[in-house]
């Protein structure tokens, strides 16, 4: 679908409060730090930076009870997202929830992730520049996914229809907009500066000297994956109850930089060295899942350069790394 | 401190985890306190609505810190807090491992030392006028974690620990499993709790090195986190102590704060890396 409209810029607040009118409205609000929450005032919307957390606990939950057990029975709680409307989410972060649809709603479909990602609507907002010095979406793969697309061109927005459920949503609010018949062009998507790792193929480099460096800063303090729109690993655990026989299992987030993450019964641990802990991240990102599904995992947002303690860039460290 | 560190194995071979039985439905358990604050031990009465089932489901045979009459001996599960710090610390634990399965080492000061242990870490002529030990009667001896004397079987770590790990922990031996320890560290909480990192803001937050399983509750509340939970086995040190110095702290600095709660578990190669900045002692 490559229907195009546009918006006087002025129209904005008033299309976003009557969206928060008829549903939960989520986008990016500056609180300590920018962050997704949900907002009713669409003034608090900030559009400067990119939310330092992403969007995927929205749908791929941190903590999720997925089932419970009375003793004799065990049941499964699903408990369905009310309908939500997501604005300000940038194509990275788009990008971000495409990979997560491709790992939990393929194949045999996650119930807990479909519960939460059936009834939302994605508005995306373009970046006309990078907003993080570490953006390098430029050198990946994202393709245009999304209900809507805003793009900032000044006085008014251009903005581009990405699905039936986004033709339709426009439609219920059609008097914010006006029809128009430009086509959105690669001249639109294209943002400078963000082309930034340039090694495309990096399955030659895993033996190279040039990871030490990174790997001896690394802290294995998780915060990368954590910040990651697209990791996906978690750990289940049962939580038995004191009062009586029944139990939950609860399914939670986890990280493949912590040791704990490859424990075996018996205590074994795969990987063992921080080294392979750190460049199974990366390959996990920018090799393995690629060969499987045909496309990187990583969407460029640089989250966790941006959030890791130490700043390991590991795009300035893979492009200087020589054969 | 090296005259009295030599350590008291266990009976040999692997340790038996007492499961309730049919006929001893049961487990035999205790909880005692050695030198400390007794909030350790506090942190296991603030289950406050769940005493009344554990009480039900487990023996607890002796209590000292709430009960006058206690049977001290046949332990399935012992939890000491506190630390060594006298002659009769020693004593106590000594005779209480023998009388116990499994030694749990609840708290900070039997785990690391803790605060108490500081003292290590100072000349004897700069605190020795504040000891009370005279007239008390007390055998001053250096103060040490439970595991420098006796074998410990398992770790609740924290200062003090946290109410809920003593509930699993005991809800897990019930139901005749074996309680984790958790070994990640306190950040993987903290970013799952949504927080902006306070390194980020300068504070010098030991997140990072710092065993979690406390959910993170002081970065929650707005306070870096000090490690009171011990480093975790994995912990990259000199990468912690490299950023903490790039944020302006002195090495001077990060030892004391490391060693507050983390003590006497800080690994040998740390201390170097702080005895090379030249730092006393
Ligand atoms: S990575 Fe690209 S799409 Fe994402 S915020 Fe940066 S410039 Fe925008
Ligand atoms: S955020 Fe940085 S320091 Fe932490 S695990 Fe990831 S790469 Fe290592
Ligand atoms: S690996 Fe890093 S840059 Fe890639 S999507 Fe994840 S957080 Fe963003
Ligand atoms: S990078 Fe690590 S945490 Fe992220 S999806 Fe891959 S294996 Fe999982
Ligand atoms: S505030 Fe501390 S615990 Fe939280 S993420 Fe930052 S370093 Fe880790």
């Known amino acids: ?323 | 401190m090296t005259e009295q560190t030599q350590v008291h194995a266990a009976p040999a071979g692997p340790v038996f985890w007492p499961k309730p039985t049919d006929t001893n439905p049961k487990l035999r358990v205790g909880f005692f306190g050695l030198t400390g604050c007794a909030g350790c031990q506090l942190s296991v009465l603030f289950n406050e609505d769940e005493i009344l089932r554990l009480v039900e489901i487990i023996d607890v045979t002796a209590f000292p810190f709430v009960r006058e009459r206690n049977i001290e001996r046949d332990f399935d599960f012992l939890f000491v807090e506190g630390l060594v710090a006298s002659r009769n610390d020693l004593e106590t634990l000594q005779k209480l491992r023998e009388r116990t399965k499994v030694l749990v080492a609840l708290g900070a000061c039997a785990h690391t030392g803790c605060v108490p242990a500081y003292r290590n870490f100072t000349l004897k002529e700069n605190y020795e006028h504040l000891l009370y030990v005279k007239d008390r009667g007390i055998e001053d001896i250096n103060p040490s974690p439970v595991d420098d004397y006796v074998k410990i079987d398992h770790t609740i770590p924290g200062c003090p620990p946290d109410k809920r790990e003593i509930l699993s922990f005991i809800t897990d031996i019930v139901g005749g499993n074996k309680p984790k320890t958790f070994n990640n560290p306190v950040c993987i909480e903290c970013r799952r709790n949504n927080n902006a990192c306070l390194l980020e803001s300068g504070k010098p937050c030991l997140g990072p090195v710092t065993r979690g399983g406390c959910n993170a509750v002081c970065v929650n509340g707005g306070f870096e986190c000090w490690g009171c939970r011990g480093l975790t086995d994995d912990a990259n040190v000199p990468a912690m102590v490299k950023l903490l110095e790039e944020k302006g702290y002195s090495k001077e600095f990060i030892r004391d704060r490391m060693r507050m709660f983390a003590g006497l578990k800080m690994p040998a190669e740390v201390e170097i890396i702080f005895r090379a900045a030249n730092n006393k002692p």
């Open chain 1, 1 to 323: 679908m490559t229907a195009a409209y546009s918006m006087n810029r002025a129209n904005l607040n008033p299309f976003l409060s009557a969206i928060a009118g008829d549903f939960e409205l989520i986008a990016p609000v500056r609180t300590d730090i920018v962050r997704f929450e949900a907002v009713s005032d669409p003034a608090k919307i900030c559009l400067d930076e990119q939310p330092f957390f992403p969007l995927k606990e929205f749908f791929f939950r941190k903590h999720e009870v997925i089932l419970k057990f009375d003793g004799k029975r065990f049941t499964a709680p699903l408990k369905k997202a009310p309908k939500r409307v997501f604005f300000g989410v940038r194509r990275c972060d788009l990008n971000g929830v495409l990979h997560q649809d491709m790992v939990f709603s393929s194949g045999v479909a996650d119930p807990y992730y479909a519960a939460q990602r059936e009834d939302s609507l994605l508005i995306g907002f373009h970046c006309n520049e990078a907003p993080s010095e570490h953006c390098f979406c430029g050198s990946l793969d994202l393709k245009d996914f999304h209900d809507l697309m805003f793009f900032d061109r000044g006085e008014a927005y251009l903005v581009q229809v990405g699905s039936g459920k986004g033709a339709a949503f426009l439609k219920k609010f059609k008097k914010f907009f006006t029809a128009s018949d430009y086509a959105v062009t690669d001249e639109d998507r294209f943002i400078e500066g963000v082309d930034k790792l340039k090694v495309k193929d990096i399955s030659g480099v895993y033996d190279n000297p040039g990871w030490k460096p990174m790997v001896d800063a690394c802290l294995s303090c998780g915060a990368c994956t954590t910040l990651c729109p697209t990791c996906y690993c978690f750990e289940l655990r049962e939580v038995p109850s004191l009062q009586d026989e029944s139990s939950e299992r609860v399914r939670e987030w986890s990280s493949c930089q912590l040791k704990e993450f490859t424990k075996v019964s018996g205590g074994f641990v795969y990987r063992e060295s921080r080294e392979d802990r750190f460049k199974h991240r990366i390959f996990h990102q920018l090799d393995y899942f690629k060969e499987k599904n045909g496309v990187n995992l990583c969407v460029g947002c640089g989250r966790c350069i941006t959030g890791c303690p130490t700043r390991i860039d590991f795009v300035t460290g893979i492009n200087e790394m020589k054969a």
